[in-house]
Structure formats: structure tokens, C-alpha cells
């Protein structure tokens, strides 16, 4: 690849992406442009650029994605129902091909000779990037530090960081990694190791814990069409002002945690805790819409796909022709998913209320218990002996 004279860092001002943006320099000689997407780290992002500069960027990018990252990303995530191994919403999983792609645009604008990220070489974040960076651009150069390095601990950065008067965000005394965006936040690492051991309450940024939460509930109205949430109580808003509005209420009803031991795709187990409290009830809430709106036999194939789906999420296969062809059936399976869902929300619980819809296959005609005259009971019993017909001949025959 010849000689590297410019290298792209996805940044984060976060501890290793701190070291990794002097290391570079110091290891490669070359010039290195921070990147920082704004996916809705909040104060996370607060004299990022400043901070960068005096670690020695030569260039800052700071992208505003949020919308692109509510829109196209997580609101793709609700229409497919997707959760990795029953209970992880992938909020990390599935911001990094949106970070990485915008990661190589920059790179193609700057005629960069390399890109460089912060994920170690145990997790699942430097397949995602990767991935991404090779689909997109075939021939880039990819510097992973953690795979190059002769660090070997988080303790060794943080020595490494005072030693360059690195200003860091974590110390010995709390050394978990979080990672935060509009639809979560994990944490990991450190005193999370031991899956025994139960999380810090003080640990917890968005939510509080269901026992302080308020002791009314409170119902909320959510509005979809084709499968998209577009208005909170009747209010039209963005994608990302939906988020961000239903992270501040569930978080309040205490809402949206995790604790959750994974199948990581390089093959370890990994425990992480999570915080997702707006997509939480997205999720609840579309599956209630769901529930009246969509075909059976739709919805099973989806739903049969729903392990598959995540699974490309988490293993960071966003940008592969199977994804491609997946999405184009999901969004197929989502038109007419559409109307309106109440539900009540209390001490960490996210309560289905009420549904309707203009395009409800739901008819209480066909449903009800009490007298009707259009369906006749009787048809019943041809269509269980119909069912039933293979059933009995293999009973014959075993006896």
C-alpha cells in the first residue's frame, strides 16, 4: 500500500480513540483527521473538536447524522422487529455502518491513504466498521490499533494518556467503557465482567430505577404509517424528535434497561448493560399496531426472518446483498401498518392500552363470543378433521 500519509480516525474523545489519535502519529508519522459523527451523544460531544486538536489532528469532522441515523437506521430496526437473542435492540450494532460510511466518504473527499477505528481485536465493533469499509471501498487501507499495538490493557492506555497529557474520560477507578447515541447507551468492560455482580444504580445516565419512578402511570398515543412512527399524541414530528421524546419519558418511568450475557460473532461470550428506553417502547408499540394491521401469514415469515435480520445487525453485514434483499421485504411487509397505539406506561412497564386502525384486519364481527352471522361454528369441524386426516394415518400405522 506504500507509504500512509493521511489517515481518516472515526473519533469519539473517549479513551482509546485519545491514544489511538497520538499513536498514530507517533507509529505511522502521518497526518491524522479526526471524525466524529453526532448520532446523539449529547454532552458526550462538548469540546470534541478542541480536545482533538490538541491531541494533534490536523482536521476535525464532526457530522451531524442524527436524522439519517433515526430515519434510515433505527426506525428500520422497529419495522423488522429486530433483537439480537431475545433481548439485545442493537443500538450499537447498528449505528456503526452509518459511522462508517460516512467515515469513507470523508476519506474519498480528504484522498486519505487509510482509515482507523477503536474497537478491539475481541469485539464485534471492528467487524462492523470493517465490513463496511470493504464494502464500500474495496482497496482502503484499514489501521486497526488494538490489533497492532503492544498495549494489552485499558490500564496501559490510561498510563499511556497521562504520560502525553491526554485528557481521558475514564480512570482506574471506574473502568467500564460506555458507548452512547440517540437509541442507547452500553456499558461494558471492568467491574461488568462478572456477570454475578449487579450493576452501580449511579451508574445509569437516562433512566431511573422502576422503585423511584413516578407512582401514576402515564398513557402516550404513538402514531404509524407503513410500519414508521410519525407523531407522539397526535403531534407530527421528526424521526429523531420521536426518539428523543419517548427517551425522556421512558427513561423517566425507569423504562428500557438490559443486562444481557451475548454470543459476540468472533466467538466469546460478553456481558453488557444497556439503556434503550425510546426504542423500547417503539418496539412495543409497533408490534401492537402490528397485531391488527398485518396479514398472518405476513407476519409469520417476517417473523421468522426477525432472528436473521438482527443477526446481519450484529455481525455488521448492513451493506451485503442479502441485507439489501431482506430490507426490501421487510418495508413490503409494512404497508398498511398503519394507525394508532395507546399505551400506559409505569415503574419500567410498557403496557399495551389500545390499537386502531383504518386498515384493521381485526373485524369484533367475525371475533365476538356473542351471536353472529358470518361465520357458521359448524364449518369448524370439517377444517380440524381436514388437519387432522395426516395425524390419524400415522397413528394407524404405528399401531
Not at 338 to 356: D, E, M, P, Q, S
Request: proline share 4%; net charge positive; glycine share 8%.
Amino acid at each position: 500500500m506504500g507509504t500512509i500519509k493521511k489517515v481518516v480516525l472515526a473519533y469519539s474523545g473517549g479513551l482509546d480513540t485519545s491514544v489511538i489519535l497520538k499513536w498514530l502519529q507517533e507509529q505511522y508519522k502521518c497526518k491524522v483527521i479526526a471524525y466524529a459523527a453526532d448520532i446523539g451523544q449529547e454532552e458526550e460531544l462538548t469540546g470534541l473538536k478542541e480536545k482533538a486538536i490538541r491531541t494533534g489532528a490536523s482536521k476535525v469532522y464532526i457530522e451531524d447524522l442524527k436524522e439519517e441515523f433515526a430515519r434510515d437506521f433505527i426506525f428500520f430496526a422497529i419495522k423488522a422487529n429486530a433483537v439480537y437473542e431475545g433481548g439485545y435492540l442493537l443500538g450499537t450494532s447498528i449505528a456503526r455502518p452509518l459511522i462508517a460510511k460516512r467515515q469513507i466518504e470523508i476519506a474519498r473527499k480528504e484522498k486519505a491513504d487509510a482509515v482507523s477505528h477503536g474497537a478491539t481485536g475481541k469485539g464485534n465493533d471492528q467487524v462492523r466498521f470493517e465490513l463496511t469499509y470493504y464494502a464500500l471501498e474495496p482497496h482502503i487501507k484499514v489501521i486497526a490499533p488494538w490489533r497492532e499495538w503492544d498495549f494489552s490493557s485499558r490500564e496501559e492506555l490510561i498510563e499511556y494518556a497521562k504520560k502525553h497529557r491526554i485528557d481521558i474520560p475514564v480512570s482506574k477507578k471506574k473502568p467500564y467503557s460506555m458507548d452512547r447515541n440517540l437509541m442507547h447507551i452500553s456499558y461494558e468492560g471492568g467491574v461488568l465482567e462478572d456477570p454475578w455482580i449487579e450493576p452501580d444504580e449511579k451508574m445509569f445516565r437516562t433512566t431511573v430505577s422502576p422503585e423511584k419512578a413516578p407512582n401514576k402511570p402515564q398513557y402516550i398515543e404513538i402514531g404509524f404509517e407503513d410500519g414508521i412512527p410519525k407523531s407522539i399524541d397526535g403531534k407530527d414530528m421528526t424521526p429523531y424528535r420521536i426518539v428523543v421524546h419517548l427517551n425522556a419519558i421512558g427513561g423517566k418511568h425507569g423504562i428500557g434497561r438490559a443486562d444481557i450475557v451475548e454470543n459476540r460473532f468472533v466467538g466469546m461470550k460478553s456481558r453488557g448493560v444497556y439503556e434503550t428506553p425510546g426504542c423500547t417502547i417503539l418496539h412495543t408499540a409497533h408490534r401492537a399496531m402490528e397485531s391488527i394491521t398485518m396479514d398472518r401469514e405476513v407476519m409469520h415469515l417476517r417473523d421468522s426472518l426477525i432472528p436473521k435480520v438482527s443477526e446481519l445487525i450484529y455481525y455488521g453485514f448492513w451493506y451485503s446483498p442479502e441485507m439489501k434483499t431482506l430490507k426490501a421485504l421487510i418495508d413490503e411487509t409494512q404497508v398498511g401498518v398503519t394507525g394508532i397505539v395507546r399505551l400506559k406506561l409505569y415503574k419500567g412497564n410498557c403496557i399495551v392500552a389500545g390499537r386502531k386502525s383504518e386498515k384493521s384486519f381485526y373485524r369484533q364481527d367475525f371475533a365476538t363470543f356473542e351471536k353472529d352471522t358470518v361465520y357458521d361454528q359448524k364449518d369448524a369441524g370439517g377444517f380440524i378433521r381436514l388437519n387432522a386426516l395426516r395425524l390419524r394415518i400415522r397413528a394407524m400405522l404405528n399401531r
